[in-house]
């Protein structure tokens, strides 16, 4: 879970699309910045201003189809997009306090 310094980091959170099958993808934009969600094959992956920022693998319930995510749920691709955009805010904070404490 997102602590606090992250949720006020992410501000003007926008999707401006979300959907398909093989691919799933989406794109939009958070702060001032570009992000691209996308699931195809059996792994996802989210990119903001055209650097990785997390991927994972993804498998259906049986755990069975190499090509899954191509089909996830909407629901679990938002969830990863958040999970993602979390970890980017918390880099992004990290690299702004250290630059802070260089300034001293």
């Known amino acids: 879970m997102a602590d606090a310094k992250t949720k006020q980091y992410i501000q003007r959170l926008t999707i401006r699309e979300l959907g398909g099958m093989c691919p799933v993808q989406g794109f ?14 059996n792994s996802w992956t989210l990119d903001v201003d055209d650097k990785q920022v997390l991927c994972g693998a993804f498998h259906d319930a049986d755990g069975g189809s190499q090509f899954a995510a191509g089909y996830m749920p909407i629901m679990h691709a938002l969830k990863c997009i958040m999970v993602g955009l979390g970890e980017w805010a918390d880099a992004m ?11 001293d």
């Open 28 to 41: 939009g934009t958070v702060n001032d910045s570009e992000w691209y969600f996308r699931a195809r094959g």
């Open 93 to 103: 904070i990290a690299e702004r306090e250290k630059k802070e404490q260089g300034d």
